[in-house]
């Protein structure tokens, strides 16, 4: 059974850097294909995709957020960590990870952890 | 910058046919990918590749593709199919993901 869970602070203060964890049972990221990747969920808006990491250590981030996101993974421990720096309120939301199951087939995200929620203030 | 556009919303009673659309400019190059989330969940994978079921989603949904336009479509709609329903595709290059704004499906 493939599970991914999110762990990180739920209160961070504007301009700090946020680090979320996500621990995954069930799967090698070690295995060819494999990606992992991060996505948030403002409160009551759509899903927001942040960035992807691959079996290779290929990385990805979106356009938009590439200059405050970091993307790693520890393949030892079945975690990877996203950090992005500079928080603001806007950032506030839940952050999911979830898995990509045969990045050569398509980019598509099963499972998906519970999420954690984030809120961003002083 | 690609979007994929979607209703905000859409009704139909139990048992009739709710038909929820995503447009986008790259869809007819990309695969599109369909999820479900219900109030306070993760979304659920429900349609991938197009028009492909994962095992354990009713056979009432099902995925097409047309052009610029692809189509989750709940056939025999129950009341348990209400929720949120997101598109997903990736741009030309295959490497960067993006999701429709969602549409809450309600079941009167």
């Known amino acids: 059974q493939v599970t991914l869970r999110e762990s990180g602070p739920a209160l961070v203060k504007p301009t700090q850097t946020l680090t979320l964890t996500c621990t995954f049972s069930?799967?090698?990221?070690?295995?060819?294909?494999?990606?992992v990747s991060w996505i948030r969920q403002p409160p009551g808006k759509a899903l927001e995709w942040l960035a992807r990491i691959d079996w290779d250590d290929d990385k990805y981030y979106s356009t938009s957020l590439k200059t405050r996101l970091t993307i790693s993974k520890d393949t030892s421990k079945n975690q990877v960590v996203l950090t992005m720096t500079n928080m603001d309120p806007v950032d506030t939301a839940t952050y999911y990870c979830a898995r990509i199951p045969s990045s050569s087939s398509g980019e598509w995200f099963d499972p998906w952890g519970q999420g954690t929620l984030v809120t961003v203030s002083s | 910058s690609y979007e994929l556009t979607q209703p905000p919303s859409m009704s139909v009673s139990p048992g009739q046919t709710a038909r929820i659309t995503c447009s986008g400019d790259?869809?007819?190059?990309?695969?599109a990918y369909w999820y479900q989330q219900k109030t306070g969940q993760a979304p659920v994978l429900m349609i991938y590749?197009?028009?492909e079921r994962p095992s354990g989603i009713p056979e009432r949904f099902s995925g097409s593709t047309s052009g610029t336009t692809a189509t989750l479509t709940i056939n025999g709609v129950q009341a348990e199919d209400e929720a949120a329903y997101y598109c997903?595709?990736?741009?030309?290059?295959?490497?960067?993901?993006?999701f429709g704004g969602g549409t809450k499906l309600t079941v009167l």
């Open positions: 590749l197009d028009s």
């Open positions: 790259a869809l007819p190059n990309q695969y």
């Open positions: 997903q595709s990736t741009d030309s290059s295959g490497a960067f993901v993006m």
């Open positions: 069930g799967f090698s990221l070690s295995t060819s294909g494999m990606c």
